[in-house]
């Protein structure tokens, strides 16, 4: 149930933040080659938008089997090698994802503590750098919900 509420929420979020930010860029141009005045903030928000689509978007493209792989090697190999070396790759992405989450948290904490904010919201700069490490831990319990899958699924080396 809370997997379902999960993935229905950051599928909403995704789109609904994608929908904000192009109306955003939209009006941006509207007032700059329309009413030759531009808002100072709209690019900023854009940009900040834009991160945490891509930090939530890492989560959900996990979720969709949607990441990059190479698999010139994996396709030469036995299936039983095969299967090892998927194991290995989701333990390396999830170390990895684990390092981002207590890196990233490190640096948004650094920023809220030293209160240094955006320039033309003013805006606490943690906030935007909080993506990273939210991103990351979202991205790290999805890739255990693979782990999980990995062991339950089949073992003819064909991993999902």
């Known amino acids: 149930m809370i997997g379902k509420i999960w993935n229905r929420l950051e599928e909403i979020l995704l789109v609904f ?44 493209a996990v979720k969709e089997h949607a990441h990059l792989r190479i698999e010139a090697l994996i396709d030469n190999v036995s299936p039983r090698a095969r299967r090892a070396m998927a194991f290995c790759a989701l ?3 999830f170390a990895f994802s684990l390092f981002l989450a207590v890196k990233g948290s490190e640096l948004a904490l650094l920023l809220l503590k030293r209160g240094q904010v955006s320039p033309a919201m003013r805006m606490p700069m943690a906030y935007a750098y909080a993506s990273v490490p939210v991103g990351s831990t979202l991205m790290a319990i ?3 919900e693979e782990m999980i899958r990995f062991f339950r699924g089949p073992r003819t080396g064909e991993v999902s």
């Open 17 to 60: 933040s994608l929908a904000f930010t192009v109306g955003l860029i939209f009006i941006q141009i509207l007032m700059r080659y329309v009413f030759q005045n531009s808002l100072s903030w709209s690019e900023e928000l854009a940009r900040y938008l834009f991160l945490w689509q891509i930090w939530l978007g890492a989560s959900f």
């Open 91 to 93: 333990l390396a992405w």
């Open 142 to 144: 999805r890739l255990v």
